[in-house]
């Protein structure tokens, strides 16, 4: 039995320190020490672990996070929604986002050619530049070959990217292969349905990748999921691991409720039902904000692993 | 300036006078009563009217709701997850989902077969029949032809079922689309998979889907979204509007908050700012579970535009 | 086995009729009409029902239907904060709120006199009339005598109301005790004060309204609670009906979540552990905003209660 | 302008840095530095600060991080509701609360005596200890004098205590008045009306209380508010300063939505409506578990601070 102790702040007190301290605290405190427990426990289990995040997290700062999760070894499969791909590939060019405000004034934003996603804002001629980049790449891929799994398209694209802060660039460098199940949604989409007017033998065939991310694992692996937000990043994650087995390890974060019985909300516990995650695993459900708590579980598992050599330090 | 107004109940109140009196009530009944006269301005106007809606809605019992709605021709343009596709199949197949708990016992219930999203069971024989079911319609499928775009897919297979509460056959009776962008992202896909493995040739063309969404209207049409829930749903049907100039009417309804900078969560304001809905709209956000809250909105909108003659009664 | 059954439209379909559907539908909605069962069969039994709602509700339409709710016969304790006696009062004195916005100027509004709560606008001379009022209220009360139980004091003032679909009023007359815990926390608890300035043996007994509030049932009778948001409404009214053994019959309805530990959104659930709620009681939590849900449980209750004669009809 | 930037983890991150960083991630991460700014500059100006927190906090370990912020000289004024007294005074006397699970038994947890916040376990036995407290306590209130306003019978319990972690004992050593408007609503209240019982001219003065609140500052003073959770503790500290003036500066730590209207998810913007909040004060809103967030608000606060010598080190 454990008990709930009264936090107290010390001096310098380490991000290490702190969240171990959370683990006694109360409600998602408690929760999201135990999602940083876990996640150390399916890295040091030799856990593949699959890593799913919804765009908008890539709009934030948390997207140089991600590739140095990538680049140490933390991440082995990553899953998530074409908005991320864009805008990995817009910061990777020098875009810039700016920090704004929840309460704009929404239609003078749209009058000065701005975006706003929450608190931040993206500019209209980031998207302007964003298409001349895509299609000196689309040239590119289609040299290559007509047919591209989404997969293998965008290790090609993270190949051409030279940025140590970038999800595809770090992906393509240490084989970690992005599933992206809805490659039309977004701007990408629109690139590439030009480029196919033009040359009509153009196909992403999504159906191979879905055989990729199928055998990206297998049965006999020990299989783990840190799953970020909701929508189908999330949902393609549990279903590739449900197909080989299930997983061993869950993390869940989100803001979503369950009560609606919505993916983006169901918790690990709904899981089980499904053979998604195994009944003897460990599994936890954080909610609230990612960009806070996600950091807040990764840390403390960097450190941990790092000083045991399972991850790079840095 | 319209004031606050005491609600109360009168003997055999219908649905239309209540919601007429929630607009005086206060808080989100205000809003819903505002998305309900929405609904009635976009289809008075002529819009076009996109109705995207994620796939826990289709295990409820709005399935029959939303068919209803394409055969009383209030919905042009469907956009939804792969999910709600193949509960619709299913159903359609005399699969009958149970009315179940969302405290139940999970490792108990993936004992017996049965898989829980949130308050309803799904058992696992009705995936196995929806296995029986797929293969012959994929063989029929790739009979006609080895490249197909989804919406084109769906249709065909709408045009094979006979039920008239299943949204793909009345959708395909219709001539109303049905986009899907992430097809692969659930038991419909692994059949695809299971397939193309015995025929590469086969392909889904998700990028000629794209274009066919795109042409689905035009700048000069009016355009109206009834978008519920969130995920790739929403910002499918709203990413194909704002290519064609933007929204004249929208009307989301969700449960998630925009606080952390979601889809799911993002309010018609903030989609002013991307010129996704225009300035001068008219817009409404609505924040609560759909199937108590749709319903309502759209039973209202149903009595008076059959009184007009604008959908058909019943 | 109760399956989920697909929705549709009916011309001219009562409330009543759509929530007794709505129980096949799915997630919120299932709660919904089991929440409308559970309101029946409390009242059926006999049971005395506590009511417990917040201010921000009396701000809305619901208050004429809470006053129409007593003079049914349906709530026979009331348990609610300091801001729904004033806004009662207000409203009975004639003030009006306005239907405003939630994307309000808040600057704006603030120098044009208008306080905002949520999307209804209450404005600064609604205080200032407030004020007029309470002075010789305060002034009648002194002169029957110095020491005020909080009920017995909000009984005296109902007394004083002429207004049909006043809270304050027809708990008077009905003779249904509303209790507040915390008289002192709003305009009303300035006035109090002022006058005690001025009368230093003017006394607020709140000790002696707790032994009203659990002298107002027994450990032998049935109770039920119908509880509407959180805070200190719903914890009084389950505290005295713990003290009292417990309740029959629960409905908690609530926007809260559970994952933060508050009594908002504490679930029936929970209640269990506490023995708040007995163990094979009927209980009902039903997420979602109280000014759409709220009515629709009590239609059908009325509804078929008043077809037994249970409730007056009107 | 300032730009969104990629957060990287550094070995040894301390607590400071990472919410440093925090201020140009996104969302909710974004707010929360800002949360931070705004306590340090409220604290650098010498305001009055009111820190108001709701009981399901004080049964956790955030408990003893509220009695070192009093200690410390961060809070000058107190607003909470009665279960944080009582689990203030339990905890003193030793009595320990267990780390427990949301997906309890609850039925089988009320058999073995066990009653559940949340995640956390709270014993019968304790609240049966709490009366064997609490009948000497008000034997010895009682000895001085027979009426009470609460704000003084709580600093005399705060100094029968000797807990270093308890925030009636640092209170009361350090001169910060704890108001509580709603005093009888728990089990204390249900001793104050046992004993009432025995001494019918024992009075609990709420009234006077509410002259003390008003009176713990002046329209001069600056005045700052850091309010968690909502409930009339946070209604209660925001209509005291109202009084005053209103607030210059503001922080709102909540789980709540604005969409319902309530006070509890009522935003630091809405508050500029009513003058609660000042035209040009700092205020901010965050959204999220403040188990989580609110020590981060204030490690980077007390860190700040402690350099300046504006609070003390430890």
């Given at each position: 039995m454990e008990y709930i102790t009264d936090f107290r702040w010390k001096k310098g007190i380490k991000v290490e320190e702190y969240v171990e301290q959370l683990g006694k605290v109360g409600f998602q405190s408690i929760e999201l020490k135990n999602a940083s427990d876990i996640v150390i426990k399916m890295k040091k289990a030799g856990a593949k672990i699959f890593l799913s995040f919804t765009s908008n997290m890539v709009t934030s700062g948390l997207r140089g996070f991600f590739a140095q999760a990538i680049r140490?070894?933390?991440?082995?499969?990553?899953?998530?929604?074409?908005?991320?791909?864009?805008?990995?590939?817009?910061?990777?060019?020098?875009?810039?986002?700016?920090?704004?405000?929840?309460?704009?004034?929404?239609?003078?934003?749209?009058?000065?050619?701005?975006?706003?996603?929450?608190?931040?804002?993206?500019?209209?001629?980031?998207?302007?530049?964003?298409?001349?980049?895509?299609?000196?790449?689309?040239?590119?891929?289609?040299?290559?070959?007509?047919?591209?799994?989404?997969?293998?398209?965008?290790?090609?694209?993270?190949?051409?990217?030279?940025?140590?802060?970038?999800?595809?660039?770090?992906?393509?460098?240490?084989?970690?292969?992005?599933?992206?199940?809805?490659?039309?949604?977004?701007?990408?989409?629109?690139?590439?349905?030009?480029?196919?007017?033009?040359?009509?033998?153009?196909?992403?065939?999504?159906?191979?990748?879905?055989?990729?991310?199928?055998?990206?694992?297998?049965?006999?692996?020990?299989?783990?999921?840190?799953?970020?937000?909701?929508?189908?990043?999330?949902?393609?994650?549990?279903?590739?691991?449900?197909?080989?087995?299930g997983l061993d390890y869950a993390v869940y974060m989100t803001t979503a409720s369950h009560s609606s019985g919505s993916m983006s909300g169901a918790t690990t516990r709904e899981a089980k039902s499904w053979g998604k995650i195994k009944d003897d695993s460990d599994a936890a459900t954080v909610i609230g904000d990612v960009t806070i708590t996600f950091p807040l579980v990764m840390i403390r598992a960097f450190e941990e692993l790092s000083k045991e050599g399972i991850v790079k330090g840095e």
């Open positions: 140490l070894g933390l991440a082995n499969i990553i899953v998530t929604t074409v908005g991320a791909i864009e805008e990995d590939i817009m910061r990777a060019n020098g875009e810039k986002f700016v920090i704004g405000d929840f309460d704009s004034n929404d239609v003078a934003l749209y009058e000065e050619g701005t975006n706003r996603v929450g608190n931040i804002f993206v500019r209209n001629e980031s998207y302007a530049k964003f298409e001349d980049l895509m299609i000196p790449i689309l040239q590119k891929l289609y040299a290559m070959k007509p047919r591209w799994p989404v997969s293998e398209m965008l290790r090609e694209i993270g190949l051409m990217i030279n940025d140590e802060n970038s999800i595809l660039c770090q992906a393509a460098k240490n084989n970690v292969p992005i599933f992206c199940p809805a490659i039309t949604d977004g701007a990408f989409g629109f690139h590439l349905f030009m480029f196919q007017q033009k040359h009509s033998d153009f196909v992403v065939d999504v159906v191979k990748d879905f055989a990729n991310i199928v055998f990206s694992t297998t049965h006999d692996e020990i299989k783990g999921l840190i799953s970020l937000g909701g929508s189908i990043s999330k949902h393609h994650a549990i279903f590739a691991c449900l197909l080989n087995g």
